[in-house]
């Protein structure tokens, strides 16, 4: 197997990933280099989609606080989110907004040079930050990108997948297997960093591209660290209810819409959601998604509707450019017509346990953005938290290492190593069959609504296809490595949503209807399951 040395090396191309690779590289003396790989193609991501845009509590703006914020996002995370955490998160805002500026990207604004901002559901004031209308991720990603392929310190691999991270005799994090168009390389790194990404694959319907499938929850899981609160799948209320029987992707209508004014209703224009939540279409995102997933099942329908037409044409077309062609591609004119939507699979609020420097339980890996849990987030993601937490995480990871010493622990056991990835194995004809199966057996067990059953169904269901693949270690393709880490990882969701007996946030169990007393956070790794006393 081939073999290299980095000082430090980062798994994705997603905002998380390529910020801090720059800002390592800008940040730190890197004897042996930065090295960044991404499994397709550079800023295939679930950054690129992003759409309503990424939370500032900005200086400038008088209308908010970070103790506004804080109260906000406290309320959405059902009791799970961690003060200090989205403290520091929320403090952080206003520097590394002017910081991202420095690496090309910018945010729309108004006549006068001032940022716009805008409202999602759950927060009190106006205070997302928004780029190209409704193309937060697509802007953002495009300026990192550019900055990191016009930086010559930081060598990237494209096509190329990590597929098992390197664990060292003393127990550390000292380097990752790769796997690309040139075969397996050994690269030994006394820095890992996860920024892979979500799970939305796992599920049938997903508001996530392709590349979504759960990896480093994998990965981090199969080299000894802690995972917490898998069990918190967000589910968006809305997203485009078209798709055809290959492709369940499904377009986001974003909350920003909803936010300007638009509104839930059946086709005939009845609108409900008064009988679920005060706050109507801005209810914190679980509530508005369980209420048109019972409109649905209850009136036996595909999708419920919303109504933009009341936001006006003007407005409309200027704030949501994307959303307006794609849904007139699909022959909606959200000017005049009413969009159908549904609710899919969105975020992932669980992962790699961290702290907010991004270490984690295993010395020398690290984790930011969606595949990380630092506490932000906890029941229920507020609107918008997910890129902000994504970039002020990717900042402080590369203020930590600053001064550190980054020399290579390359104290393996090679033998092993290299007998797990050695030789061919050919190809399984099943894959495509299996993801499939996969995917509808988390949608219809492990969904917006879960109970014992579902999830022992789920378990066993899950366990059949295991022995169906019938793959640990060398797979063929890139698509079975990430069956084999979606298998994995969706093992992780169902026990951990089995494990919490209660409901809180997005976790909702129909045999555990109320929230319980004690707030804790649970805790899977290789040796235990176990739920940590939550410390507010
Ligand atoms: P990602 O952007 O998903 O990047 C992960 C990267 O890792 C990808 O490049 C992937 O190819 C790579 N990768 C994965 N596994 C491997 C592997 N094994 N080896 C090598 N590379 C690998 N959040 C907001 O705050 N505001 C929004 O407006 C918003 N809108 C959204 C709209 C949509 C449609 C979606 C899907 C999400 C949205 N979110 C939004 C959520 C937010 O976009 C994501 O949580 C965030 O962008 C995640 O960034 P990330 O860098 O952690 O991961
Ligand atoms: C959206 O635009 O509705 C998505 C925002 C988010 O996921 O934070």
Known sequence: MRNSKYSAIIIGSGIAGLYSA?????????????????????????????????????????????????????????????????????????????????????????ENGKFTLTKEAAHSVNRILHSGGDATGREIEIALCRAVKENNKIKL??????????????????GVIIYGENGYEEVEAPVVVLATGGLGQLYKYTTNPVGATGDGFALAYRAGADLQDME????????????????????LISEAVRGEG??????????????????????PRDIVARANFCEMRD????????????????????????????????????TKDYIPVAPAAHYFMGGVKTNLRGETSLKGLFAIGEVSSTGLHGGNRLASNSLLECVVCAY????????????????????????????????????DEIKSELQN????????????????KALEKIAELKTKFNREYLCATINEYE??????????????????????????????????????????????????DFVS
């Open 262 to 283: 638009a509104k839930l209703c059946d086709k005939n224009g009845v609108e409900f959601m008064a009988k679920y939540h005060e706050k109507l279409e801005l209810a």
């Open 483 to 532: 069956l084999r880490n979606m298998l994995i990882t969706a093992e992780l969701v169902v026990k951990s949503a089995f494990n919490r007996k209660e409901s809180r946030g997005a976790h909702y169990r129909t045999d555990y209807p109320d929230t319980g007393n004690v707030c804790e956070h649970s805790i899977i790794n290789k040796k235990t399951i176990r739920r940590k």
């Open 232 to 251: 918190f799948v967000q589910f968006h209320p809305t997203v485009l209810a078209f798709d055809d029987e290959k492709n369940h992707n499904r377009f």
């Open 157 to 174: 691999y494209e096509n190329t997948l990590a597929v098992d991270l390197l664990v060292t005799k003393d127990n550390s994090c000292g």
């Open 22 to 110: 720059l800002k390592i590289q800008q940040g730190s003396v890197l004897p042996d280099g930065v090295l960044l790989i991404t499994k397709s193609k550079l800023g295939e991501s679930n950054s690129y989609y992003a759409q309503g845009g990424m939370v500032a509590v900005l200086k400038e703006n008088k209308n908010d606080s970070v103790d506004s914020h804080v109260k906000d996002t406290i309320k959405a995370g059902a009791g799970l989110s961690e003060l200090d955490t989205i403290r520091f998160i929320s403090e952080n805002s206003d520097k590394v907004v002017y910081d991202l500026l420095n690496f090309g990207v910018d945010f729309d604004r108004d």
């Open 299 to 334: 009136n036996n329908v595909s999708n419920v509707y919303l109504n933009a037409t009341v936001i006006g044409k003007e407005k409309l077309l200027k704030r949501f450019p994307t959303i307006a062609k794609k849904c007139l591609e699909s022959g909606i004119d959200i």
């Open 396 to 431: 402080e990871v590369a203020e930590f290492l600053k001064n550190k010493d980054l020399t290579v622990n390359n104290d393996f056991d090679y033998d092993e190593i290299l007998t797990k990835y050695e030789g061919e194995i050919e190809k399984n004809n099943n894959t």
């Open 441 to 456: 057996i988390m949608w219809e067990n492990v969904g917006i609504f879960r109970n014992r059953e579902t999830l022992e």
